[in-house]
């Protein structure tokens, strides 16, 4: 989702989802009652001090942060616990992280209203927060040595975990004084550090390192698929082939007769199979004889889609952005170029498949797995088993991964969780596991869109510009809907492609939104992982046939944007740009895309192989305002390269007649190491407000690879993926 | 059926069906949850194990194929490789969702095991099986080489 358009829409926001939401927001005198006091007194975890709801500090002097984002890879443990650290004068070595419950109150994302992550929101939405919690942490701690040694407050200082008072001599640790902090009143506004004293955010000489790299290279990292626990069954559903389907009838006596299976049930999404262990479950699924009503199920291919996409982008659709009359422009330009692009439909593929640990006794229910939109999961959980949210713990898992996945407005892994424990007797934990094969044919796309651009070029200039964009909408049905989608247009259809960093006078992008029952959702940087794509392929083939740099061309028409254009400079400094190429039969393609309010642009190397374009070294550079771990943005921009470079050369979901085709990743290529590019990264220095880098890295690569393919006789591909377009 | 198998140093006697793969019996019947199921189908290297020494694909290696040889898992895997490896990751902060990185390791200590000083040619065919969706790949043969260097000195 797109962090400006959200956090402009907050209270609007809150309305829309207000059944949600409302039910956890609770006037201060009913927490107490509530499950805010509870998670609460989960946050404190019998430390002796935790001033608020995202610290606590022990008598050994362990600084834990509580952090209310998913960790799967984006680094928001390392990242919100460093602000915190940052303003509490902390010692790095002594810093730990956990998520944090699932509690709306205290954990809601401040540009959601939810608590949830997306939209690479983490570190822009916590920043203030974050320090102003470590602050007053490290207040409370001050107070409370000033008041032992009778001395001044203002009179301490704090270092690395050290609190001093030069004039006495007196120093203690953060542990000592733990106990007695917590029984000093909590400062109301504890001022912030100026930038200029930062000791941990920016620090780039390695001494800030990730918290969660040892566990994660030793095996002892908990995931939800680890979950294990007496009387646990393992859960396995059959769903349909086709999406809309319902069972018809089934037949389960062969899974049964499967040694180890337990029992098989019905549940809305499918049939499950209950197992003590993954392999019977397995089995048993592969026993069972389904018979499906596939009268309301979506029986189109993606070749037919296209095909209607192509037919709707003739027509102007619905208007996102405008401005000027770029259809009397075109009409009366010197030249006009067309382009077509059409991108097919993508699994997220993370890891580590869709999973989730329940247990409930038919009055309370607790609920472990990677939640990345918990006060929806959390909700879900409780009307399905029929509780109340108070009812109801959900705690967060780390996840292997989610790119999108694990946020799902329809809460539909919550819902089948819930559905299958509810399908038995309380009593019998349950940990539902999807596999790979339900991963990839199980939907939740990331949509199959067409782009129609045109293009009018007059006097060696571009002068008119239209983009005519024909996907499904990702938010229509969901709770999202009423703040994101207005006036029939899905922003995240067209983010990015409804305005541009390009000075055209005459701009029209418009939007058809299509009815196909294949459920999608946003995929790592959402609307951009298209829009980017179509507008700076376009943009480029324009540039050449006026005869311009890629590089230049571009600046000159970024008056208006002059931190895109501040990244397009730096990269191609960076990469020493002389020009496209090729040279030496490698050529160079630049793309710079804006997205969740970064701004990263990159240059990518590219010569023909065997098998399609080789993508050889992509430089890259990234303004995402204050730098707060400039390794994690790095290793960002490194991971959304690599997860782009592979979803463009070889991403697909294609349906034959409505059925996926691919269902593992023998046929769902992916990304592998030996045809992982080289990567430099320039992380821009900068003072504005920290935007997020988990998503940004994506958008530009794909366009810079076809741009680059353009110039060594492979053309533009106007037909994703890559690899297809060349062979 | 009752096996005897020995995992990580010890004799380990487990009640799993003939066609169980090694990687369920692991993760469910040992609780060794370390090794990671990513595919089922040996396309990912999620599930890798050393079976007598060598990098193995647990997913689709039945029980019954076992036999008397010996497994390792990233909670057994010891020594100098392993060692340098393991340090080296988080030197350079390799991980990022973690999730594939237990394969990830096994298959480069597995490496460094056959090839002192890999080039990154084999550092290709070392470890293409080992899907990382986060795409760490550049600081998994960056840290493959720091390991290298680790073990030379």
Known sequence: ?727 | MALAIKVNGTMQSVDVDNDAPLLWVLRDALGLAGTKFGCGVAQCGACTVFVDGKPMRSCTLPISALGTREVTTIEGVSGREAEAVQQAWIARDVPQCGYCQSGQVMSAVALLKQVKKPSDRDIDLAMNGNVCRCATYVRIRAAIHDAARALEG
């Open chain 1, 1 to 727: 989702m797109t962090t400006h358009d959200v956090a402009l829409s907050r209270r609007a926001m809150l309305k829309g989802a207000a059944g949600l939401v409302i039910g956890l927001y609770l006037p201060e005198k009913a927490r107490a009652q509530s499950g805010a006091a509870h998670a609460f007194r989960r946050a404190a975890g019998g430390a002796d001090f935790a001033p608020n709801a995202f610290i606590r500090i022990g008598a050994d002097d362990t600084v834990t942060v509580l952090i209310k984002h998913i960790e799967f890879g984006q680094g928001p443990f390392t990242g919100l616990a460093t602000l915190v650290a940052e303003e509490l004068d902390a010692d790095w070595s002594k810093v730990r992280a956990e998520h944090a419950p699932s509690n709306t109150d205290f954990y809601k994302n401040l540009a959601f209203g939810v608590q949830g992550t997306g939209g690479s929101t983490a570190i822009a939405n916590s920043y203030d927060q974050m320090r102003k919690a470590g602050a007053t942490a490290r207040a409370m701690l001050v107070a409370a040595a000033a008041q032992s040694w009778g001395v001044p407050a203002r009179e301490i200082t704090v270092e690395r975990g050290v609190l001093r008072h030069t004039g006495t001599g007196r120093e203690g640790r953060f542990g000592q004084f733990a106990e007695a902090a917590a029984r000093q009143p909590a400062p109301a506004d504890p001022p912030l550090k100026d930038p200029s004293v930062f000791r941990l955010i920016g620090r780039d000489d390695g001494s800030v390192r990730k918290l969660d790299s040892a566990a994660k290279s030793n095996g002892t990292a908990q995931f939800t698929i680890d979950m294990r626990e007496p009387g646990m069954l393992t859960v396995v559903v059959a769903h349909p082939p086709r999406f809309g389907a319902r069972v018809a009838s089934f037949d389960a006596s062969a899974a049964r007769a499967i040694q180890g299976v337990v029992d098989v049930k019905q549940v809305p999404t499918g049939v499950a199979v209950y197992a003590n262990g993954t392999w019977p479950a397995i089995k048993g699924r592969e026993q069972l004889r389904i018979s499906w009503d596939e009268s309301a199920a979506e029986k189109r291919s993606s070749d037919q889609l296209i095909e209607e996409y192509r037919a709707l982008a003739r027509r102007p659709g619905r208007i996102a952005g405008a401005h000027g009359d770029a259809i009397t422009t075109l009409a009366r330009a010197e030249r006009i170029i067309e382009a077509e692009y059409v991108f097919p439909y993508l699994a997220h593929a993370p890891m580590e498949p869709l999973d989730g640990f329940l247990r409930w006794d038919g009055q309370r229910a607790h609920a472990r797995f990677g939640s990345q939109l918990q006060t929806l999961d959390h909700q879900t959980i409780a009307t399905v088993l029929g509780l109340k949210p108070e009812q109801v713990e959900l705690e967060t898992m780390l996840a292997g991964g989610s790119f999108g996945r694990r946020a799902q407005q329809t809460s539909h892994l919550a819902a089948e969780l819930a559905e299958v424990a509810k399908a038995i007797d309380p009593g019998r934990p349950v940990k539902l596991v999807w596999t790979r094969e339900d991963d990839i044919r199980g939907g939740y796309y990331r949509p199959l869109i067409v782009h129609r651009m045109r293009g009018g070029l007059r006097d060696g200039k571009i002068v008119a510009w239209t983009d005519t964009v024909v996907s499904q909408s990702i938010l229509k049905g969901s709770p999202f809907e009423a703040v994101m989608a207005k006036g029939g247009i899905d922003a995240t259809s067209v983010e990015g492609a409804k305005e541009i960093p390009y000075d055209i006078a005459d701009f029209r992008c418009d939007l058809h939104t299509t009815d196909v029952g294949v459920p999608v959702l946003w995929w790592r940087s959402v609307g951009h992982t298209h829009t980017g794509y179509a507008v700076e392929c376009f943009v480029d083939e324009l540039l050449q046939a006026t005869g311009q740099d890629p590089v230049a061309g571009r600046l000159a028409m970024m008056g208006k944007a002059p931190r895109e254009a501040g990244v397009l400079r730096a990269v191609a400094e960076l990469a020493q740009w002389s020009g496209p190429g090729p040279v030496n039969g490698r050529a160079r393609g630049v793309a710079v895309v804006k997205s969740f309010d970064s701004y990263v642009a990159q240059i990518a190397e590219v010569s023909a192989g065997d098998d399609g374009p080789r993508v050889h070294k992509v430089w890259c550079a990234v303004d995402c305002g204050v730098p707060v771990n400039p390794d994690v943005i790095r290793a960002q921009m490194e991971g959304g390269i690599g997860f782009g470079v592979g979803a463009a050369l070889y991403g697909e979901v294609a349906l034959d007649e409505g059925r996926p085709v691919p269902a593992n990743f023998d046929t769902y290529r992916v990304l592998r190491i030996h045809e992982m590019p080289q990567v430099e990264v320039h992380v821009v220095n900068s003072s504005e407000k920290p935007t997020g880098v988990g998503e940004p890295g994506v958008p530009p690569i794909g366009p810079a690879v076809a741009n680059a393919m353009a110039r060594i006789g492979l053309g533009r591909p106007r037909r994703l993926p890559l690899v297809r377009a060349v062979a």
